[in-house]
T-cell receptor, first 114, second 109 residues
């Protein structure tokens, strides 16, 4: 199994500012995924980040709002830009397991925007 | 990915078997049924998956009906630590997962 860490674990931010969330994996993986979980809701996929190429965004999510970096096979960042209170959520990264049969999730970053 | 339907919530007495149903009547022949759970304030955790045959691992058993239109996740001896939201997901093997609303299981002492 993969061990995934995220930084920060939580943050409180002012509207209009941006926050960059880091995701570190203990093994090299081609794909990394970013999810959002709004309060009381299920998880929604934001984008898939492949190393060496631009991220692929799901419907309703755009690069200007959620820019993603993937500088190497063990690390990715997600930035939440120009935040508003509606961006208050838990943001999670995940990676596929060996054989792509499972996914392993990070602990999440709890974001509160005031 | 197949649409899945699960009860919103369930209770189970500690030590008893928890049986969590899932309907996936539109599942296609090459779609697997996956189960994940999310304990409060944690990321989702993989439990088990199957295609046609029943599956068992150290966490749970998965019973899939012969027509594959529904399945049941069984936690044989539920503990308080099993209190979580359980997600049933139909997936073709693509790497991204589409989570539904899941079943909130509460294990009662």
């Amino acid at each position: 199994s993969a061990v995934i860490s995220q930084k920060p674990s939580r943050d409180i931010c002012q509207r209009g500012t941006s926050l960059t969330i880091q995701c570190q994996v203990d093994s090299q993986v081609t794909m990394m995924f970013w999810y959002r979980q709004q309060p009381g809701q299920s998880l929604t996929l934001i984008a898939t980040a492949n190393q060496g190429s631009e991220a692929t965004y799901e419907s309703g999510f755009v690069i200007d709002k959620f820019p993603i970096s993937r500088p190497n096979l063990t690390f990715s960042t997600l930035t939440v830009s120009n935040m508003s209170p509606e961006d208050s959520s838990i943001y999670l990264c995940s990676v596929p397991g060996l054989g792509y049969e499972t996914q392993y999730f990070g602990p999440g970053t709890r974001l509160l925007v005031l | 990915d197949a649409k899945t339907t699960q009860p919103t919530s369930m209770d189970c007495a500690e030590g008893r078997a928890a049986n969590l149903p899932c309907n996936h009547s539109t599942i296609s022949g090459n779609e697997y049924v996956y189960w994940y759970r999310q304990i409060h304030s944690q990321g989702p955790q993989y439990i088990i998956h199957g295609l046609k045959n029943n599956e068992t691992n150290e966490m749970a058993s998965l019973i899939i009906t012969e027509d594959r239109k529904s399945s049941t996740l069984i936690l044989p001896h539920a503990t308080l630590r099993d209190t979580a939201v359980y997600y049933c997901i139909g997936r073709t093997g693509a790497n991204n997962l589409f989570f539904g609303t899941g079943t909130r299981l509460t294990v009662i002492p």
